[in-house]
């Protein structure tokens, strides 16, 4: 042991180390010192990487370590329903899509964006509930499973393009080239998901009457976001969709990818700085909560 | 203001029993911080009590601190305050390193994945590069021992195992202060001392330690400061070996007072029956004294025919028991098992006051200071009846060196045990 020991390089403690304390744990307000509580969730934040991608390579792994179709699982599910739609749908069925479109192609990239949107909300609501065994005894670091919920939403939607892409080829639609940017579509999509779900992770971490509520919450947003339907003024929800900030990421999109009609494009310009801003918004609320939601648990 | 690495003032920190108010609670503190004020109100609100109470300490480089109480003193609470998990209610901790590391007795380490993994998630999360992990990682494997074991989930691990690994996991992060909560409890003997080994030697080279144990002897043996929790308040702070008379006089008011608050006889039969049906019959008899007496010199000495005593006093009519008395080294190494109640021999135990005695012939201990654990179990199932010794007052048995020269070569050689035989 004392070889081990000695192979320590402890940096010897001077003056300047010593005065100022590093660490303070105090009872005042977190956000008393509103400058000090971001600088050290940003501190965090960049510590937080290395552990991420370990966990982000776990989750993975694990995921499809015991299934011996591995990751073929992974993009099966969206195969499925896009076989399903297609041979489903042989006669069209009016208003469900505008723009000349087939509207298969309408009903897969909206199912396979509000698999994306509501993995991402799912994965990022459950991670307090789901992590709280660890958190209750080691101090780590929560960004790094929230980065980590983020990586597996983002492999994901990497594991379900190329259905996108054999459904554009089965049905001759030519991309266009401004389908490049669709990937910042999908990225506004994950991140609306992940703020929503950060802002009701404590809830649901703290109380099962939350936890059993927001299982409904999928079906609500099925029906409050252009999945199958396309917004047309005169339907009855065209007004929900577009006061619902989903709706833009999902028909940019579509928009980009192949060139749908956009209901009213430059909303999309507000929803992405406030899918940014729920995702800051989400991550700075689960900190500043996890501390009580640790002494529930511990209680 | 040399050197301090942690400094806590008036800490303390309430908690609520009640599973409905406490979510109330919970909700209206994180909406408090939203308030954005300098301290949360003083009191307590229906239904909370202080779990840590205005507790004040300091850790220097180089000391070892050891928090003893009894169960629900507030150890764990004031360990969980300490490393940031829990925020104070009350007062502030001020730390001046940010090398820390805590084990406890899960380790720290995930369960569901596996040794390696743990190895990468634990120093990756202690912020060391990917690329120098890799780099030590057979080492640390290497060190631990449990090479065979590495890729298998930690939870298919023996508690000893886990430690192992947590142990070379988190040497080579050399903090500079390892918080330790009752980890030394797990593991076989080889281990411990190992363990045991590596922390006085982790000391020695100016490292620090807060160690949590119900054990006064293993704090004896590696705090020079200690401080005793009672009801989450700071009971006494000092040295070891002072504050610790005191533990013992605390845990004796503590053993009156259950003694005295115990329910009429016509209830008690009621709960033994209770507890009967649980198997539980813990403390049902209490150990009151450990009597030993040379026969053959005017002390204990190697080779000397001495006689033990266990004197007991029980609460339960009780047959098919079993006696023993453990002998430890001061380092907690166990020397040797004086055991009473095998084979068809069995005793029992009746209400009111016991004797059981044993007689060796020649000790064979050399000379030195003995530590004793007292105590008295089922037969079938070994579960306790009473214990002395272990949370208590230490017992020591003192071993008086004299004249022989068979006993002085022994010294001389150091030899572990004193075997007197006859030679012809």
């Known amino acids: 042991m004392a070889n081990s020991d000695s192979q320590c390089e402890k940096p010897s403690l001077n003056d300047s180390h010593l005065h100022t304390p590093l660490i303070i744990y105090s009872a005042r307000s977190q956000l008393l010192g509103r400058k000090a509580f971001l600088k050290n969730a940003w501190k965090d934040l960049t510590l937080a990487v290395p552990l991420a991608k370990r966990l982000f390579l776990q989750n993975i792994a694990q995921r499809y370590r015991y299934s011996s179709l591995g990751l073929f699982w992974a993009f099966v599910p969206s195969a499925l329903i896009a076989i399903l739609l297609t041979v489903g749908q042989r006669a069209n069925i009016p208003g469900i899509s505008d723009g000349g479109f087939p509207p298969q192609v309408y009903g897969i990239f909206g199912v396979i964006m509000m698999q994306t949107f509501l993995e991402s909300l799912i994965n990022q609501r459950m991670f307090l509930s789901q992590y709280i065994h660890l958190l209750i005894r080691q101090k780590i670091p929560i960004e790094s499973l929230i980065l980590a919920g983020l990586g597996e939403a983002a492999f994901s939607f990497i594991m379900r393009l190329p259905v996108l892409i054999a459904v554009l080829i089965f049905f001759n639609v030519i991309p266009k080239p401004t389908a490049l940017l669709a990937p910042l579509g999908f990225a506004v999509i994950i991140a609306l998901g992940a703020g929503a779900g950060l802002l009701l992770a404590p809830w649901n971490a703290l109380s099962k009457d939350v936890e059993s509520l927001l299982q409904f919450m999928p079906w609500l947003f099925f029906g409050l976001t252009p999945v199958f339907v396309a917004a047309s003024p005169g339907n009855w929800y065209y007004k929900m969709f577009l006061i619902n900030p989903l709706t833009y990421p999902f028909e940019a999109v579509r928009s980009w990818t192949y060139g749908a009609p956009m209901i009213y494009p430059p909303a999309l310009w507000l929803v992405i700085p406030l899918s940014v801003m729920l995702l800051l918004g989400g991550w700075l609320f689960c900190r500043l909560s996890l501390p009580y939601v640790i002494e529930r648990s511990l209680n | 203001m040399e050197n301090i690495l942690l400094e806590t003032r008036n800490l303390s920190k309430r908690f609520c029993r009640d599973p409905r108010l406490a979510q109330k609670y919970t ?398």
């Open chain 2, 27 to 424: 909700i209206e503190d994180i909406l408090w911080e939203f308030r954005r004020q300098s301290e949360q109100s003083d009191s307590l609100r229906k239904g909370e009590f202080w779990a840590v109470n205005n507790v004040s300490l300091q850790l220097k480089a180089g000391e070892s601190l050891g928090l003893i109480g009894h169960n629900g003193s507030g150890k764990s609470t004031l360990l969980n305050l300490l490393i940031g998990i829990l925020r104070p209610t009350r007062g502030e901790i001020r730390w001046y390193t940010d090398r820390i590391i805590m084990i406890d007795n899960q380790s720290g380490l995930n369960p569901v994945q596996t040794g390696r993994e743990n190895i990468y998630n634990k120093l990756s999360m202690h912020g060391m590069p990917l690329k120098e992990i890799s780099e030590n990682v057979d080492e640390i494997i290497d060190h631990s021992g449990i090479r065979d074991f590495i890729d298998s989930p930690l939870g298919t691990y023996s508690t000893g195992m886990r430690l192992r690994l947590a142990f070379s996991i988190y040497t080579r992060l050399c903090p500079d202060v390892f918080i330790i909560d009752e980890a030394l409890g797990g593991g076989d003997i080889k281990f411990r001392e190992k363990f045991n080994h590596f922390l006085r030697n982790y000391l020695e080279n100016g490292g620090s330690l807060i160690l949590v144990s119900h054990e006064p002897i293993i704090l004896q043996s590696l705090c020079d400061q200690c401080l005793i929790l009672d009801h989450g308040k700071e009971y006494r702070l000092g040295k070891t070996s002072e504050v610790l008379f005191d533990y013992y006089e605390l845990m004796q008011i503590k053993a009156e007072d259950q003694i005295n608050t115990q329910l009429p006889l016509s209830q008690q039969a009621n709960q033994t029956s209770l507890f009967n049906q649980q198997g539980y019959q813990f403390g049902m008899v209490q150990i009151t004294e450990v009597k030993i007496t040379p026969l053959d010199a005017p002390e204990v000495r190697p080779g000397s025919q001495v006689k033990f005593e266990i004197i007991c006093e029980s609460q339960i009519d009780k047959e098919n028991i079993e006696v023993y008395i453990l002998v430890r080294r001061s380092d907690t190494s166990h020397l040797a098992l004086l055991y009473g109640g095998y084979g068809d021999r069995s005793y029992s135990i009746k209400v009111g006051t016991n004797h059981f005695s044993c007689l060796v012939e020649n000790l064979p201990f050399m000379p030195g200071r003995y530590n004793l654990i007292a105590g008295i179990s089922h037969m079938e199932n070994h579960s306790m009846l009473g214990l002395k010794g272990v949370t208590d007052v230490p017992m020591y048995l003192e071993v008086k060196s004299f004249h022989h020269p068979a006993l002085q070569v022994c010294q001389g050689v150091q030899t572990s045990i004193y075997l007197p035989g006859q030679w012809h």
